[in-house]
């Protein structure tokens, strides 16, 4: 079945620090894939999306492009601030099953001042 | 702007009790889902629900039941609540079945039994 495989947090940075957020996905067709973001006390909310290979997703100085060769799709930001801390989910929406979102399990951002 | 609203977000209820968690969506989305997120294992799916009266199993529904009479209103059920049932639960919807379909979340409903 499908399945997202995250790095392990917690990530801890200095702000203006670089961040990179590795996620690997095993799907059988072609995904849809995104990136959730948590913030403290909140639900998640949507942080960027690509719906094809190649597609690069961005939102907030976040980035993320879809690699089908390596099934990829890590998260970048050049420069993070404190606000960006926050628990970050990588996920996939396949076509064609039931189009039932797969979560990975999560990766908590903390940027120090 | 849409909106997911749990009516609970803090409960604290005794073993045996029965919880009822509401949820609400104002965007006419079909689809509703009940996810319960533990530190450590990420968003477990709990139920979903693609239609009024219709409801799915997800990965883990032992322990709980749904109900869904409106379109806009899912509940999720505990009929007796147990310790291991402490969790954030989160409710989310979506408009219909595609790929690219976004998930827009409640704010969540953190249950602890004692």
């Known amino acids: 079945g499908d399945s997202v495989t995250q790095m392990e947090g917690p990530v801890t940075l200095s702000e203006e620090a670089c961040l990179t957020i590795?996620?690997?996905?095993?799907?059988?067709?072609?995904?849809?894939l995104f990136w959730y973001v948590q913030y403290p006390g909140e639900g998640l909310q949507l942080l960027l999306k690509?719906?094809?290979?190649?597609d690069k997703g961005s939102n907030k100085g976040f980035e993320a492009t879809y690699r089908k060769e390596t099934t990829s799709f890590h998260l970048e930001k050049g420069s993070v601030q404190v606000s960006d801390s926050a628990v970050y989910f990588c996920?996939?929406?396949?076509?064609?099953?039931?189009?039932?979102?797969?979560f990975g399990r999560g990766t908590s951002l903390i940027v120090h001042p | 702007d849409v909106k997911v609203t749990q009516s609970s977000r803090y409960l604290v209820k005794r073993t045996g009790e029965k919880v009822f968690l509401e949820c609400v969506q104002d965007m006419d989305h079909e689809n509703m889902f009940w996810y319960r997120q533990d530190p450590g294992l990420g968003l477990r799916l709990i139920y979903f629900s693609y239609d009024v009266k219709m409801k799915e199993k997800g990965d883990i529904p032992e322990g709980y039941s749904v109900s869904r009479e409106k379109k806009e209103r899912f509940s999720l059920i505990l009929e007796s609540a147990s310790t291991n049932q402490t969790s954030m639960y989160l409710c989310?919807?979506?408009?219909?079945?595609?790929?690219?379909?976004?998930?827009?979340f409640g704010a969540g409903s953190r249950l602890t039994v004692l």
């Open positions: 590795n996620c690997t996905y095993t799907a059988t067709g072609y995904p849809s």
């Open positions: 989310a919807s979506t408009l219909g079945w595609a790929g690219a379909n976004v998930l827009t």
């Open positions: 690509a719906t094809k290979a190649d």
């Open positions: 996920a996939l929406s396949e076509p064609g099953g039931s189009y039932i979102p797969t």
